[in-house]
């Protein structure tokens, strides 16, 4: 598997914020967003391969989630459905030990081999501010796998009030419960989010949306490995 990064740490995003779990950051995105605070994973122009990339067997990859002894997984990227026929034999190995959220970037649909093996989908689709060619965010076939998944939450990232109407159309568009939609600040540093997080949890709630922020920015701002 091509790996970024295996650490310990709590859930920043979602609805298990706070939580202890083992990140494994996969390495490899088929999406270029400005903002991405991971571009150590893809962007090789500005990052080198040889050293952001651990190329590591299956066995390699359980040995170091298991060393950390906390049952919780957090699959992210990267976006890990490029490597999904590994996550497939990584958590045929794990479970049912291991609770499972996988983050992506839903452009990708998974096969049924590893949805079985996924207690939860954290999706984050990217919209305009993300400066990617929209033909390339928005997949219809993933849009309706994944809204209609209850173990499934939508994250938009906003940066202000002009990214709602696009996030309400496709919510509508799709027939993506309210419930399983939270809107979270697009932020990479502690002074970023604290200026921008009560617009945003403001604006979740005047659209009756759900909220996250981004607990590890609040914590240790762009520490890597946190």
């Given at each position: 598997?091509?790996?970024?990064?295996?650490?310990?740490?709590?859930?920043?995003?979602?609805?298990?914020?706070?939580?202890?779990?083992?990140?494994?950051?996969?390495?490899?995105?088929?999406?270029?967003?400005?903002?991405?605070?991971?571009?150590?994973?893809?962007?090789?122009?500005?990052?080198?391969?040889?050293?952001?990339?651990?190329?590591?067997?299956?066995?390699?990859?359980?040995?170091?989630?298991?060393q950390?002894?906390?049952?919780?997984?957090?699959?992210?990227?990267?976006?890990?459905?490029?490597?999904?026929?590994d996550?497939?034999?990584?958590?045929?190995?794990?479970?049912?030990?291991?609770?499972?959220?996988v983050?992506?970037?839903?452009?990708?649909?998974?096969?049924?081999?590893?949805?079985?093996?996924v207690?939860?989908?954290?999706?984050?689709?990217?919209?305009?501010?993300?400066?990617?060619?929209?033909?390339?965010?928005e997949?219809?076939?993933?849009?309706?796998?994944?809204?209609?998944?209850?173990?499934?939450?939508?994250?938009?990232?906003?940066?202000?009030?002009?990214?709602?109407?696009?996030?309400?159309?496709l919510?509508?568009?799709?027939?993506?419960?309210?419930?399983?939609?939270?809107?979270?600040?697009?932020?990479?540093?502690?002074?970023?989010?604290?200026?921008?997080?009560?617009?945003?949890?403001?604006?979740?709630?005047?659209?009756n949306?759900?909220?996250?922020?981004?607990l590890?920015?609040?914590?240790?701002?762009?520490?890597?490995?946190k």
């Amino acid at each position: 598997m091509k790996i970024s990064e295996i650490f310990k740490s709590i859930q920043g995003e979602g609805i298990n914020t706070g939580k202890d779990v083992v990140f494994l950051r996969t390495a490899l995105c088929n999406l270029k967003c400005s903002w991405c605070d991971t571009k150590y994973t893809w962007d090789w122009d500005n990052y080198d391969y040889s050293k952001e990339v651990k190329e590591l067997s299956i066995n390699q990859v359980k040995d170091e989630i298991e060393q950390f002894n906390i049952k919780h997984l957090v699959i992210t990227g990267g976006e890990p459905m490029m490597q999904a026929d590994d996550l497939v034999e990584l958590l045929s190995f794990l479970k049912p030990d291991y609770y499972v959220e996988v983050e992506t970037n839903g452009t990708i649909v998974p096969k049924k081999m590893l949805t079985d093996l996924v207690d939860q989908w954290n999706v984050s689709p990217k919209t305009s501010n993300s400066n990617n060619p929209l033909e390339m965010c928005e997949d219809s076939e993933c849009y309706t796998f994944f809204s209609n998944r209850e173990n499934c939450f939508f994250k938009f990232v906003v940066e202000n009030k002009s990214d709602i109407d696009e996030i309400t159309k496709l919510v509508k568009k799709y027939s993506i419960s309210n419930e399983q939609v939270l809107l979270m600040p697009q932020a990479q540093t502690k002074e970023e989010l604290a200026t921008i997080e009560g617009s945003i949890a403001s604006l979740a709630n005047s659209n009756n949306l759900g909220f996250s922020s981004r607990l590890h920015v609040k914590l240790w701002g762009t520490q890597r490995g946190k």
